[in-house]
């Protein structure tokens, strides 16, 4: 599966941001009477009495653009520029128009064929044609551009880091923007891209006290503030709040602290969100309830929608098995997908959808997309190697968390950056490793999942996705692969000790302990229970989970009593079921009662074939369990495509899990009798 991606920019930086000026003084005190709505929709009345009035189409065309009417204010602007060929204001207001509506071809078209006699409006037109260039994607024509501007003009050393930013180079981009910021000083817009670079280089720390500077300085300038709500919201298009909380949420996330990325939307977002703030937050809450993410982001691919939309979207479909829908919109949208996804996971989504027709022919994709991984994944890791054996790394103490001179601080980098690189490649070649194990997954070919698993074992042996795999293989194939299964499972845990046990899914727990059973390890198996308990039981103490219920050790024990079942001892794999349950408000839902059901049913089966004997206590202590599970089960409706295939007790009554268990209570109360 392709990782989740956030928007990490909501714009980039608008190198050419001047005001627009209004002309006759005469006019200001009527401008400033009546809001920019008002007073335009006043002006435009009085168009049709003087149509070629130079200060009243100026005065439209700065209102138009100050409402964020782009498009209307370049047609007033193109209408000045042909009544007063000589000004040279209105040439450039007419380009910037143009570059803020998204007509890049034609600011291009305009700027490039402009004469400007003034230095000052030549370098503004410059500037302009440069952003243009660059949001066409003509890097080369823009770096052209950029080399005719005045190089210690601040705006030109921003345009240039931008440039560098756009093309990959970081590093250069980070140096430049902090040239730029020693010239113009502190400002949001600059700490933002420089927080934004050391983000792309992988230092999150100084990533996220930029972004905290940039969020402190917004709150202490509007603290007890009565501004209008259109003050505020240009205020903090200004301070660039919006974005640093992206950004920052994006470094959460990428940390993988999911939680406090869910709770920084939850507390600074509420209405009237963007678009990158919407498809950012549902990433953050994609584990609450997919179908909803998938809605929203849906929602966004019909509109002005962030470029990793798609991506996310199909993503998402794939991860939950939805692979028509994922189909289905892959090639509705083939031409976007060409245009904003990446060759390799363009590449990668394309396999997928030649596995649900083609598989043999998917591996074969799949192979060569390895195959161009792999070198890269080789050298990755020989970059990291050095980058450790450097003096200022290798010999830095543990509990140093930050670099203390310039030495240790360029060492530092440099391993944040090889560490960045080699993960960038190794999340492109996860996907279609995974993709490639499913297919023989699919066909029950464990072996063959193995050895394509352990081919990348020198890249992938500490990554989390491929340990749980290599674990569930080992498992799947059972005899003689227990052993290897637990070590698997056990590296997976150890990652996830500091950070949080609970993230670790459920089915691994699972695994794990049944695997600890077949090894005769069931000491291990309950303190791995009691363990997992006792977290669900600090963090639901602590509100870490918020709304977001675990059911790990619910899971496992549902688990562990099925395998005894299995194996013939109802008894205790039974009583291990009615333990998963409790505590029933909390455990019971129709996960989890799909499978207990299942157990309960296996049983009636048996006793009533006469194939085992059940004692009185037990029995009884099923039929309390059926009386709690209906207590706790009247509101939770089951799906009819779900629900047990019994005669209802009454006629129109809807499939809810009290009736179920109403039904199983009076199927065992008979096997009693």
Not at 41 to 49: F, Q
Not at 116 to 132: D, G
Not at 314 to 320: D, E, P, Q, R
Not at 493 to 512: I, R, S
Request: proline share 3%; hydrophobic share 40%.
């Amino acid at each position: 599966m392709v990782a989740y991606e956030m928007v990490t920019t909501r714009r980039r930086y608008n190198y050419s941001r001047y005001v627009l000026s209004i002309e006759h003084a005469c006019i200001v005190t009527f401008y400033i009477d009546f809001s920019l709505i008002h007073s335009r929709s006043l002006l435009k009345a009085k168009l049709g009495e003087f149509p070629r009035s130079r200060p009243l189409l100026s005065l439209i065309a700065y209102c138009c653009y100050h409402t964020e009417d782009y498009a209307r204010a370049a047609e007033f602007y193109e209408t000045l520029t042909e009544l007063c060929p000589e000004s040279e204001d209105y040439r450039v207001y007419y380009v910037q128009t143009l570059v803020k509506s998204g007509s890049y071809f034609d600011a291009s078209r305009v700027a490039s064929s402009a004469v400007m006699s003034s230095t000052f409006h030549s370098q503004r037109l410059k500037l302009l044609r440069a952003h243009a260039e660059m949001e066409q994607g003509m890097l080369s024509a823009c770096s052209t551009t950029l080399s005719s501007c005045l190089e210690d003009d601040v705006e030109t050393i921003i345009a240039l880091a931008t440039l560098d930013f756009r093309e990959g180079r970081f590093a250069k981009s980070l140096e430049t923007y902090n040239i730029a910021k020693q010239v113009a000083g502190g400002q949001p817009c600059l700490d933002y891209y420089i927080s934004l670079c050391h983000y792309e280089l992988g230092d999150y720390d100084a990533a996220l006290e930029l972004v905290d500077r940039i969020i402190e300085e917004r709150r202490e300038d509007h603290a007890g503030a009565h501004d209008s709500l259109q003050c505020q919201e240009n205020s903090s298009k200004e301070s660039f709040f919006v974005e640093a909380l992206n950004l920052k949420a994006a470094v959460l996330y990428t940390t993988k602290h999911y939680d406090a990325a869910k709770n920084l939307f939850a507390r600074h977002f509420n209405e009237n969100l963007d678009t990158v703030t919407i498809h950012n937050d549902v990433v953050a809450n994609i584990d609450g309830d997919p179908s909803i993410g998938m809605q929203k982001l849906e929602f966004l691919l019909a509109q002005s929608f962030p470029p990793e939309t798609l991506s996310n979207l199909l993503t998402l479909y794939t991860s939950h098995s939805q692979d028509d829908l994922a189909a289905e919109t892959f090639e509705r949208n083939k031409h976007l997908a060409k245009e904003l996804l990446t060759p390799d996971v363009y590449a990668y989504f394309d396999a997928v959808m030649m596995s649900l027709s083609c598989p043999d022919d998917a591996f074969s994709m799949l192979e060569a997309q390895i195959a161009q991984h792999t070198p890269k994944l080789r050298s990755g890791k020989k970059n990291i190697k050095s980058a450790l054996a450097t003096p200022a790394t290798s010999h830095r103490p543990a509990t140093s968390a930050r670099p203390t001179n310039a030495a240790e601080r360029k060492e530092h980098r440099a391993l944040a950056v090889a560490t960045k690189e080699f993960e960038v490649i190794l999340d492109r070649f996860i996907p279609a490793l995974m993709l490639q194990c499913r297919i023989y997954w699919d066909r029950k070919e464990y072996s063959r999942v193995e050895q394509i698993l352990q081919q990348s074992a020198d890249f992938c042996h500490e990554n989390d996705v491929w340990l749980m795999n290599m674990g569930h293989t080992m498992f799947a194939q059972q005899h003689g692969k227990f052993e290897a299964s637990i070590e698997k499972y056990e590296l997976l845990l150890e990652h996830q000790t500091k950070d949080n046990l609970l993230k670790v899914p459920a089915v691994a727990f699972a695994n794990l302990c049944v695997a600890y059973i077949m090894t005769n390890q069931n000491e291990a198996a309950e303190t791995l229970i009691k363990t997992v308990e006792r977290e669900e039981q600090q963090q639901a103490a602590l509100g870490i989970n918020g709304e977001r219920a675990y059911h790990t050790s619910c899971i496992i024990n549902l688990v562990v009593g099925t395998l005894y079942c299995e194996r013939g001892n109802y008894e205790f794999g039974i009583s291990r079921i009615c333990k998963s349950m409790e505590p029933f408000e909390e455990n019971l839902c129709l996960d989890t009662w799909f499978y207990a059901k299942r157990c309960f049913l296996a049983l009636a089966r048996k006793i009533a074939k006469m194939m085992c004997i059940t004692g009185c206590d037990t029995l009884e202590d099923i039929i309390c369990f059926f009386d709690d599970i209906e207590s706790h089960g009247k509101h939770i409706i089951i799906a009819e495509s779900e629900a047990t295939h019994v005669k209802p007790l009454k006629p129109k009554e809807p499939a809810t899990i009290a009736s179920e268990a109403r039904q199983l209570r009076s199927i065992f109360i008979k096997l009693c009798a």
